[in-house]
């Protein structure tokens, strides 16, 4: 969401110790990564492997967004580069690659990938330098297939490459945005401190990749070699490569009785702007109750276009793309935008909102390069009830789908939403009975799925079998405040700060939480992340009470936490509100705890928590590190645990029950092995 977390730190601590370097190294060169190299100069791939978020797609069966790709890591390819990482570090390029490595081709190097299918289109996701000053480069990266030079893409740093304090700069140069707050780095709050620090520059780069489509022109069969090679004279001193999607593109989708754009003067092209005739044609096919179609090409747009009571179809969203640019506005708008561009708005919710809104089968490309949070400058945006979206392929706006309620019943499915300065997707304010699912995201700057109950509670909502990966910050999914929300069935990967993979959060103004929450059958893999401000290590699902208690029916079952960098699991309260808020009666239940940096529980809060049938292994450190508020009272810690039984693997021994005091602030970090079929 639009906010980072607090800057302040919440609680001084002991200094961190050397297990803490898993987390504390924060430096990165603009001009080269800092990374691991590991590896012959040349590995090869004997067949190909298809992972999910760079796993053994058996470890999660039946979880994430059914998509139509197959993913293939890079480090697992045939390549004359180095694979680089694994590393979990904030600011590296690792640490933010898809199961955190990845492969850096200097010019001349190539990876090649085998075909696990027949494929006629491929996504590359890739890093390439910044420009010394900020703003990004271009530089060429060859494609051939079988050993015949296929196409040049040309990949851009300019989407890329933020740095230092949220809500962050493409200046690497830039001195602290905000030298008032506490920062880890020196330890200290720069401006309070004699004699002032130094700050290393560029400070806290971050957001270091993107990702292209490429339309192939025929189809290959599996078995064939795309090779992706950075080019000797290449502008970038290093290309680095961190997967290669493919996929079978269907034929673009026609349809004959509808509104075509093109009648009302839009342009395929792009070299014309088509708003004027988009909202041409919308205003036909809502006349004469028909759909509006948009066929093959790229249409620039470079405003809102306004939608309500209407279907816009795209011919499949690698054919029908909507672009524009991020246009200064003369004065502020009233919600405070200083930008306007490429965007389908609903119409505000104090205006009554729009209704029987469906859109599908386009992709919409922004050019947003740096975060404003008063800006509209989303794909899709404002109050649509009764409304879907559905086959969208949304990329460089700030947040992909960011809807003000209240409204009601908007289903979003089967899209995918990448490299976005913000959020993927928000439910914000009073949105109720809605569904986001089956829907991909990659790459986000905050939160990847989120519901904020800002004003007016959220209710009845559900994500259910999404995929996010590599949130740069905050959050794969998180909620805050509301009624009787769901969450289930999701797979959320390697989220890298100030965040971790699940997150309740009683938070950022939201209403309470009330009714229930449930998080069902979801998989974290790699989460349990490092929290820059406190300088301690989060859970793969973690719940905070910030503005008040959480006390609703909170439940969790089924959930598989995989290879979490610290704990499993965290319940936490801040420490200026310790003694007044808590998290009480949380229920875990059929739950797989495969592998922890430190603890399966870290409780930093007064409260309760039960476990049933909680199995856990490959555990870096006490089962349970208790706490609670802190105070370390005669009687034992705040924080009651529960053993309900079939809690297996050691984790909750009888001596830690139920409230024993097992408090290390900041433990050693144990990195557990990869994790396994049960």
């Not at 971790?500 to 009714?515: D, I, K, T």
Request: with cysteine.
């Amino acid at each position: 969401m639009f906010r980072s977390i607090l800057p302040p730190r919440g609680r001084p601590g002991r200094p961190a110790t050397a297990a803490l370097a898993l987390a504390t190294g924060l430096a990165v060169l603009a001009a080269a990564p800092a990374v691991a190299v590991a590896g012959p100069s040349v590995s090869d791939a004997a067949r190909p492997v298809v992972t999910r978020a760079a796993l053994d797609p058996a470890l999660v069966a039946g979880r994430g967004a059914d998509v139509d790709f197959l993913e293939q890591e890079a480090e697992n390819a045939r390549t004359t580069g180095e694979v680089i990482g694994p590393d979990r570090t904030a600011y590296t390029l690792p640490a933010e690659a898809s199961g955190r490595r990845a492969v850096r081709l200097t010019p001349g190097e190539y990876v090649e990938f085998v075909l696990p299918s027949a494929a006629n289109g491929i996504t590359v996701r890739y890093s390439i330098p910044d420009a010394p000053t900020g703003g990004g480069i271009t530089a060429p990266l060859r494609v051939a297939v079988n050993g015949k030079h296929l196409r040049t893409m040309t990949l851009t740093s300019q989407y890329s490459w933020l740095y230092n304090q949220y809500p962050f700069t493409n200046d690497p140069q830039a001195g602290l945005l905000h030298p008032d707050w506490w920062i880890t780095e020196c330890q200290c709050v720069p401006s309070a401190t004699t004699p002032s620090p130094s700050i290393d520059k560029p400070f806290r780069p971050t957001h270091f990749y993107d990702e292209q489509r490429l339309l192939l022109g025929r189809t290959y069969r599996a078995g064939d070699k795309i090779r992706l090679t950075a080019p000797a004279g290449s502008a970038a001193a290093w290309t680095v490569i961190d997967l290669l999607d493919s996929e079978l593109v269907a034929p673009p989708r026609v349809r004959l009785l509808a509104a075509n754009v093109l009648a009302f003067g839009a342009d395929p092209t792009g070299r014309r702007d088509s708003a004027d005739a988009l909202d041409r044609a919308i205003a036909f096919a809502r006349r004469t109750h028909l759909k509006v179609y948009v066929p093959p090409g790229t249409y620039q747009v470079n405003r809102h276009i306004i939608v309500d009571d209407v279907t816009i179809e795209g011919a499949g969203n690698w054919y029908t793309t909507f672009k524009g640019r991020e246009v200064a506005l003369p004065t502020p708008a009233p919600d405070g935008s200083v930008h306007t561009g490429v965007g389908f708005y609903g119409r505000d919710a104090a205006d009554g909102g729009s209704r029987n809104v469906h859109l599908s089968g386009f992709a919409i490309e922004g050019d947003v390069r740096e975060r404003i949070d008063t800006d509209q400058v989303n794909a899709v945006g404002g109050a649509m009830t009764d409304s879907t979206i559905d086959g969208l392929h949304l990329r460089h706006t700030k947040a992909g789908l960011w809807f003000d309620g209240p409204m009601r019943n908007v289903r979003v499915t089967n899209t995918m939403v990448v490299d976005q300065i913000a959020d993927a997707l928000n439910f914000h304010t009073g949105v109720t009975d809605s569904l986001v699912a089956h829907t991909f995201v990659r790459n986000t700057g905050d939160d990847g799925l989120a519901m904020w109950s800002e004003k007016t509670a959220d209710a009845r909502n559900t994500f259910d079998h999404n995929t996010v990966q590599s949130p740069t910050l905050a959050n794969g999914i998180a909620i805050y405040g509301g009624t009787d929300t769901t969450v289930s069935h999701n797979l959320v990967a390697d989220p890298v700060r100030e965040g971790s993979g699940l997150h309740a959060g009683a938070r950022f103004g939201a209403e309470p939480f009330a009714g229930h929450l449930r998080f069902t059958n979801n998989t974290t893999a790699r989460a349990g992340t490092y929290e820059l401000n406190w300088n301690i290590g989060l859970g793969a699902i973690w719940m905070f009470a910030l503005d008040r208690s959480i006390d609703a029916f909170v439940e969790v079952t089924g959930d598989a936490y995989l290879d979490s960098t610290y704990n499993a699991i965290m319940l936490v309260s801040d420490w200026p509100v310790k003694d007044l808020y808590s998290i009480t009666n949380v229920r875990f239940r059929d739950v797989r705890v495969d592998g922890t940096g430190t603890s399966v529980l870290s409780a930093r809060s007064a409260g309760s928590a039960s476990f049933a049938n909680v199995d856990a292994r490959n555990v870096g450190a006490v089962g349970v590190n208790n706490c609670g508020s802190f105070h370390f009272t005669p009687a034992g810690s705040e924080f009651t645990v529960t053993d309900l039984g079939g809690n297996d693997g050691g984790w909750l021994a009888p001596w830690l029950l139920p409230n024993t005091i097992t408090c290390d602030d900041r433990p050693p970090v144990a990195p557990p092995p990869p994790p396994a079929q049960w």
